[in-house]
């Protein structure tokens, strides 16, 4: 057997266990979990546009500093 075949039957006996388990009310609780709803509200009202933009840019800036810079 080629390593691709045992990597695909490795996945493929995941795969199987992972639907057995769930079918079986093992793996996921008896009621699925909702999220939470997040609105203003919930996160205090601190939470804006520009506030998530403006950490989506240092982010960005932190890891990658040349192409951020070399773009403006």
């Known amino acids: 057997m080629t390593p691709e075949l045992v990597q695909l039957a490795f996945y493929a006996g995941f ?6 388990l769930r079918h079986k009310g ?3 609780p008896a009621a699925p979990i ?11 009202g601190h939470v804006t546009e520009a506030a998530v933009l403006q950490m989506l840019e240092s982010l960005l800036a ?3 500093p040349q192409a951020t810079t070399s773009a403006k």
């Not at 795969?15 to 057995?20: A, I, K, R, S």
């Not at 999220?35 to 996160?43: E, H, K, L, M, Q």
């Open 26 to 28: 093992v793996a996921a």
């Open 62 to 64: 932190k890891l990658n």
């Open 34 to 44: 909702a999220p939470p709803v997040i609105t203003p509200a919930s996160t205090g």
């Open 15 to 20: 795969t199987l266990l992972g639907w057995f």
